[in-house]
């Protein structure tokens, strides 16, 4: 069954606290980002060791199943790191669009293996946390906007960056409490 496109603006998270999940992107340490990237692959790891077919269950219709958010988060690891490249390498750059939604139909996320999904995520969030532990200094103040017109230092970014897995975490414990 599909997924309405979730087709909001999430760059709010830099202003106020999520009410959703709770977290307040405009206040996160940026020394933590790195860290955080691996913890947060790890509680990954621990949800993907759980029975295929706990993880490919979506448990109502407008939320993906624990597999997929899986796959997501690996995927907005690899992104997010293609996009730091970019805005240290380049004088703002604009990324290329990306439709999470039909990323996640086309690369078929449920259909994906879990064990694999889970090397892939610590693999991709490894290399993100390795690029955000060099950044020092001034170069925390460079610049990078999406191709809607969304502008980021990489501050702001890396702190956008962090609540999208832990927003996911809380989706994962709502359908599956105890397991993370």
């Not at 202003?15 to 206040?27: I, K, M, Y």
């Not at 999904?117 to 060099?134: I, K, R």
Request: net charge negative.
């Amino acid at each position: 069954m599909p997924i309405t496109p979730d087709d909001k603006n999430w760059t709010w998270v830099l202003e106020r606290p999520c009410p959703e999940c709770g977290f307040n992107a405009s206040t996160y340490p940026t020394e933590d980002i790195a860290t955080f990237l691996r913890a947060n692959a790890a509680l990954w790891s621990m949800l993907l060791a759980a029975p295929a077919s706990d993880l490919r269950r979506r448990r109502s219709d407008g939320r993906w199943s624990p597999l997929e958010y899986a796959c997501h988060v690996r995927d907005v690891f690899v992104l997010f790191h293609e996009r730091l490249t970019l805005m240290l390498t380049q004088d703002d750059p604009t990324y290329p669009n990306w439709d999470q939604d039909r990323t996640a139909v086309e690369e078929r996320y449920n259909d994906q293996d879990p064990l694999l999904v889970s090397v892939q995520l610590q693999t991709a969030a490894g290399v993100l946390a390795d690029t955000f532990t060099g950044i020092t200094g001034a170069t925390w103040n460079r610049t990078g906007r999406r191709s809607d017109g969304a502008h980021f230092t990489i501050t702001e970014f890396g702190r956008y960056l962090v609540h999208d897995p832990v927003h996911h975490v809380r989706d994962v414990r709502q359908d599956l409490p105890g397991l993370i």
